[in-house]
């Protein structure tokens, strides 16, 4: 199995940017396919961004294509999502989700490892 820790959430204005990281270890990271989710008070865990194994494909929702970008370093078992034009609706719990696999998902139930969430809170 795999463990993830994130880091890098906080407080930040609208219009500002963060950048979130996602430590992984156990077993080789190059093996999962990963994505990040985030969830906000009284609302499901929505989709936000998705990445294959190798980091060559990479899948956003509408609500964040364009001002959000997901990577990965395998040399360095991390996972990044950098975190531009942020908006007030962006405030949420946001997570990293690691799946065995090369395929990217957008639906969290195909996810097997959660990490436990950082905050990021935007101001308007």
């Known amino acids: 199995q795999v463990q993830l820790v994130e880091s890098g959430g906080g407080l930040v204005q609208a219009g500002g940017s963060l950048r979130l990281s996602c430590a992984a270890s156990?077993?080789?990271?190059?093996?999962?396919?990963m994505g990040w989710f985030r969830q906000a008070p009284g609302k499901e865990r929505e989709f936000v961004a998705a990445?294959?194994?190798?980091?060559?494909?990479?899948s956003y929702p509408g609500s964040v294509k364009g001002r959000f970008t997901i990577s990965r370093d395998n040399a360095k078992n991390t996972l990044y999502l950098q975190m531009n034009s942020l908006k007030p609706e962006d405030t949420a719990v946001y997570y990293c989700?690691?799946?065995?696999?090369?395929?990217?998902?957008?639906?969290?139930?195909?996810?097997?490892?959660w990490g436990q969430g950082t905050q990021v809170t935007v101001s308007s």
């Open positions: 989700a690691a799946r065995m696999g090369a395929t990217m998902m957008s639906d969290p139930v195909y996810y097997n490892y």
């Open positions: 156990g077993r080789t990271f190059s093996y999962y396919a």
């Open positions: 990445i294959n194994f190798s980091g060559s494909t990479t």
